[in-house]
């Protein structure tokens, strides 16, 4: 499956979606991209393309679609009309796969099947940051006057896809699942490298130093900022906005550090994933 460029802002969440969702019959060597929104969804999404790419050419003799941007299905599986999982059942493995739902909302042959799970995680200072620029960026999403109104919104879940600790602390119980393997934003960004590397592991996809190198290159900020337009179209400059970490000390005040931090600390402190963010090292001024 090709994977479309999106952003997913555009939410096509109605229960009849949600019923036909249940139609679609994942496979064993389905990927599935699950993240909570502005966690660096199209950043992981553009990797995994590439690797599937490397794959279907050399396991398949087919064509590399790395340059291909034709469209076949929208790749976030809970954005489109009623018929989309019928077409995606008729279209060929790997299919590659992204969500920002919660486990418990997605189709139960996703577990059933053990289909790969690539659960990726932002810390949520800077989640908040990124979703507060996209909010007022995207004429779709409600937007806010000022930080201070979304930031309540967003502690109060008030935000589409629901509320960031509830999404962490229910793949919290994922995490320790064979198919499933977490990374985060931060980790990526430190070492794209060695992210790419263990992605590919986790895929059985075996990478020669030059397409590792490629791969990372096409996935880096910059490159992935330059081609916005033509991947992304008018979403793109909203997109890809700064790509870093700490971008949340230019907005939060110490009110809303300390708000942040005692829910982190309640909500998934001690998780495996609360852990894995390694809170104290990117949300501690
Ligand atoms: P910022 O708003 O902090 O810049 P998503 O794809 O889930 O909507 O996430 C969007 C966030 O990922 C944005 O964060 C965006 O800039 C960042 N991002 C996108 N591509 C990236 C890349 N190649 N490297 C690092 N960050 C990237």
């Known amino acids: 499956m090709k994977i479309a460029r999106g952003c997913g802002a555009v939410s096509g969440r109605s229960p009849e979606v949600f019923r036909a969702m249940e139609s679609l019959e994942v496979r064993s060597d389905d990927i599935i991209l699950a993240g909570y929104p502005k966690s660096g969804t199209n950043w992981v999404g553009q990797i995994l393309s590439d690797l599937v790419a490397i794959f279907e050419k050399k396991t398949q003799n087919k064509e590399s679609s790395v340059n291909d ?12 009309d ?30 059933k099947n053990k289909a790969k799970i690539l659960l990726l995680i932002r810390n949520p200072k800077d989640v908040a940051t990124s979703f507060y620029h996209f909010s007022n960026g995207m004429s779709p999403l409600p937007s806010y006057e000022t930080w201070d ?53 986790f895929l059985g996809i075996s990478l020669t130093e030059k397409e590792l190198q490629s791969v990372v290159e096409r996935s880096s900020f910059q490159s992935m900022k330059k081609n916005a337009q033509k991947t992304h179209g008018a979403f793109g400059n909203v997109l890809f906005r700064k790509g870093g970490i700490s971008d949340w000390k230019n907005l939060f005040s110490e009110d809303q550090n300390e708000k942040m931090d005692k829910a982190f600390e309640e909500h998934i402190g001690g998780t495996k994933l609360g852990i894995k963010l390694k809170y104290e090292v990117y949300c501690k001024a």
């Open 149 to 201: 109104d979304f930031f309540i919104a967003f502690m109060t879940k008030k935000m589409p896809w629901g509320c960031y600790f509830e999404y962490l602390s229910e793949w919290n119980k994922y995490a320790d699942d064979e198919n499933v393997m977490t990374i985060t934003y931060e980790e990526l960004k430190k070492n794209p490298v060695l992210g790419v590397e263990n992605i590919a592991a």
């Open 69 to 80: 941007e034709e469209l076949e299905e929208f790749p976030y599986l809970e954005i489109g």
């Open 82 to 111: 009623t018929g989309k999982y019928e077409r995606m059942n008729k279209l060929p493995s790997p299919r590659v796969i992204f969500t920002h739902l919660l486990p418990e909302n997605l189709p139960k042959s996703i577990f």
